[in-house]
């Protein structure tokens, strides 16, 4: 009878003991990134092995993690190409993706890691798993790491497309503010000064006419259009110009990116 009882609980001592060694498989956690979708179990934070886990189910969690992973980095391969149609929408994506996937190419990093010591880590499907899981891992966060630079250039073009916007309005109010209702030909006042995207400068005057000086280039008298025989005779272009040289450089509209030269004022 001690026999028996002493098989019996060594029995239950071994069962008890094999349920300590496995450990259940993490839960299933749901990722979304943009329109795809990927369901994985981070086994390294619940300190789980992989290599116990149904391997049918492991191929399909690394699988789709790196489905997940190939539509990102394609849906994202013309972030630095500002003029293409799709670029407003991946520049989305990556926003979103700066956010969250750092931690699921973590998790995947580690999963790869312990499907790398598993008894069927050269089955079926897992040798093209691995090696194209680890080649996705290094692109996405190549594109991460790329994307700080690209969307600060984004957040500058936006800024720059409203200030380009509202130009006009800058403008009108400068003329409302330093030109009379009926300004004389030939006085040569500066009423607003503004330097375009490309560093280009022009100065408009009260009376019509404007100087202009392109970027490296020398500066260029524009009469005003419609002038009569005696009134083009009192326009002179080198008080036009001295005017535009003399006017403050600070008071010039720069585009809102910093790169602007401190002077733009033409030399006479």
């Not at 498989?25 to 116990?52: F, I, N, T, W």
């Not at 897992?126 to 690209?150: C, H, N």
């Not at 957040?155 to 330093?178: D, F, I, L």
Request: charged residues 30%; hydrophobic residues 35%.
């Amino acid at each position: 009878m001690k026999s028996f009882r002493r098989r019996v609980l060594l029995a239950a001592l071994g069962t008890a003991l094999s349920a300590c060694a496995s450990r259940p498989a993490p839960p299933v956690q749901h990722y979304s990134l943009g329109m795809s979708r990927a369901d994985y179990r981070d086994y390294g934070g619940a300190k789980s092995d992989p290599c116990e886990a149904e391997p049918r189910w492991l191929s399909d969690e690394l699988t789709a993690v790196n489905g997940l992973l190939a539509r990102f980095v394609t849906g994202t391969e013309k972030l630095a190409t500002p003029e293409a149609p799709e670029h407003a929408q991946q520049v989305e994506l990556v926003k979103e993706a700066q956010g969250s996937l750092p931690r699921v190419l973590d998790i995947h990093e580690s999963n790869l890691r312990g499907l790398a010591r598993c008894g069927f880590k050269d089955r079926g499907a897992f040798p093209e798993i691995s090696r194209r899981g680890q080649e996705l891992l290094k692109e996405a966060r190549t594109r991460l790491a790329e994307s700080d630079a690209v969307l600060a250039a984004a957040a500058v073009r936006t800024t720059q497309e409203k200030w380009k916007e509202e130009s006009p309005q800058r403008e009108s109010t400068a003329r409302g503010t330093w030109c009379t209702a009926d300004p004389k030909v030939g006085e040569a006042t500066v009423f607003y000064a503004r330097q375009g995207l490309d560093g280009g400068t022009t100065w408009q005057f009260c009376d019509g006419a404007r100087v202009e000086q392109r970027s490296g280039a020398e500066p260029t008298f524009v009469e005003p259009e419609g002038l009569n025989r005696r009134d083009r005779r009192k326009v002179q272009p080198p008080r036009y110009l001295e005017a535009a040289a003399n006017f403050p450089a600070e008071e010039i509209d720069r585009p809102p990116d910093g790169s602007a030269p401190k002077s733009a004022s033409p030399e006479p």
